[in-house]
């Protein structure tokens, strides 16, 4: 063999034995944005779906018969209380109260007659000008007049009540419906005339579920849980349009029992509704505070994964490698979450990135960001 191809052999063979023995380049590390968990001072809530309903809601019905004269309010008004809404033909009930007021007149006069003769007994007895029976008789008739008086005048009372019912007031501030009667029609006393709803403030009712009632009844026990300044568990709601939960009142009242059916118990809350937005019927999200200000940890739901079911996050520990480390989560907040356990303060979390980590023990390039808002 030539001494040219011994050595090219020599030289490849050497440079694969080089090769072999060469440990591999590390694994460079994977960049990520990360959060530095600083807990924060906040209350925990609880979020229900809730109805809207009136405080006040009356079905108005005529408290006398006739035939409707006038109506005198639109549809959809905004209305006082004693506000005059409609009029019923008073012509029948003025009759009814002339007449009373006549019969009125003439027990009046019956009765001064009565009582003038019945003075006079102990006098017309004393001078052996009448009998016992006679006096007696005096007597009796004082008190029948005096009886047909009364009789008159709650009749006078009666007429003239039905004839100031004649003008159908409203019985609520609050915002009327349409009239479901025009203007001629006969109507009764069971007849519905309109609808009128109060605007403010508005109720919101709320289904709880058993837990969550017995966690809300503890932290009141222990005084553990969020109050205003007048001593009033605070509850916040919105709309399917808005965020943030600007509308906010207070907890008012529980039912008094659970429905066995759901495991549930209807929660009401007193919302002030001053601009008129919430209207009766309308669904909407409501929350109530489980706890009392206290510091929390919270993170971006996106910083979450799923294990079989076990929820985990990422913490860069102090060799700037992402590792496995399970949570228990709390409710949401918006786009964030609530910890309940399995975080510190001082732990440094992945929170984007989060695809490129294949596995455990992975080195990150880490980029922070800022903490959280809730």
């Known amino acids: 063999m030539k001494p040219s191809l ?6 490849v063979l050497s440079h694969c034995q080089r090769s072999a023995s060469t440990p591999p380049p590390a694994m460079p590390p994977t960049p990520v944005e990360v959060l530095r968990i600083v807990p924060q001072p906040l209350v925990e809530w609880q979020e229900f779906s809730a109805r809207v309903e009136a405080a006040e809601h009356v079905s ?18 905004m209305v006082k209380k004693d506000q005059l809404l409609f009029e019923i033909d008073p012509l029948p009930y003025a009759a009814k109260k002339s007449q009373a007021e006549a019969v009125l ?9 009565a009582k003038s003769e019945a003075a006079r007994v102990p006098e017309l007895l004393a001078a052996r000008a009448m009998t016992q029976e006679q006096a007696d008789a005096r007597i009796s008739a004082l008190a029948q007049a005096e009886a047909a008086w009364k009789a ?35 109507v009764n006393l069971g007849t519905t005339l309109t609808t009128i709803v109060s605007v403010d403030p508005m109720h919101a009712y709320a289904d ?24 009033r568990i605070p509850v916040e709601l919105q709309l399917a349009d808005e965020k943030d939960y600007p509308h906010r009142g207070w907890f008012e009242s529980l039912d008094n029992r659970v429905q066995a059916s759901t ?29 009392a200000e206290q510091a929390t940890i919270v993170i971006p739901e996106m910083a979450i994964k799923t294990d079989q079911g076990q929820k985990f996050v990422y913490v860069v520990d102090e060799k700037s490698c992402a590792q496995y480390r399970p949570v228990v989560l709390g409710p949401s907040l ?26 455990p023990g992975m080195p990150v390039a880490a980029e922070s960001q800022p903490t959280p808002k809730p």
């Open 6 to 11: 011994l050595l090219a052999g020599v030289l």
């Open 60 to 77: 108005l019905s005529p408290r006398v018969s006739g035939y409707l004269d006038a109506v005198h309010v639109a549809a959809g008004a």
């Open 105 to 113: 007149a003439r027990a009046e006069a019956a009765l001064q007659t």
């Open 152 to 186: 008159a005048q709650a009749d006078r009372e009666l007429a003239e009540l039905d004839w100031q019912r004649t003008r159908v007031l409203a019985p609520i501030d609050g915002k009327i419906s349409r009239a479901l009667v025009t203007v001629g029609n006969a």
């Open 208 to 231: 709880l579920d058993e837990n969550t009632l017995l966690r809300v009844q503890s932290l009141m026990e222990k005084k553990q849980i969020k109050v205003d300044e007048q001593g």
């Open 263 to 291: 495991g549930s118990i209807v929660l009401r809350s007193i919302i002030p509704n001053p601009s008129g937005r919430l209207v009766p019927g309308m669904f909407a999200r409501i929350r109530i505070p489980l706890s």
């Open 334 to 359: 918006g786009m964030n979450r609530i910890i309940r356990s399995g975080l510190k303060e001082g732990d440094t979390i992945v929170v984007n990135g989060l695809a490129k980590i294949f596995m």
